[in-house]
């Protein structure tokens, strides 16, 4: 009587969520690399704190 339930959509969610901000702002950094150095970098230390925390909470989440 008990339905089963695939959550394969909401683990691909939970991904897209953990590393597609960090994937954007480390191509937004390298297309800014050549103009602004500094702009570039702030925005791949964002990327990898964004990911650090991602991988806190939504690890976290999916164990």
């Known amino acids: ?6 959550l394969d959509g909401l683990i691909f969610i939970i991904l897209a969520i953990m590393f597609g ?3 954007i702002m480390a191509f937004v950094g390298f ?7 500094k702009t ?6 964002l990327a990898a ?3 650090l925390v991602s991988l806190g ?3 976290s ?3």
């Not at 009587?1 to 695939?6: A, G, I, Q, R, S």
């Open 31 to 37: 297309v800014i690399l050549k103009k602004n150095k």
């Open 21 to 23: 901000p960090a994937i």
């Open 61 to 63: 989440m999916v164990l």
């Open 49 to 51: 704190v964004y990911v």
């Open 40 to 45: 570039a970098k702030i925005f791949f230390i």
């Open 1 to 6: 009587m008990f339905l089963e339930v695939n």
């Open 57 to 59: 909470i939504c690890g």
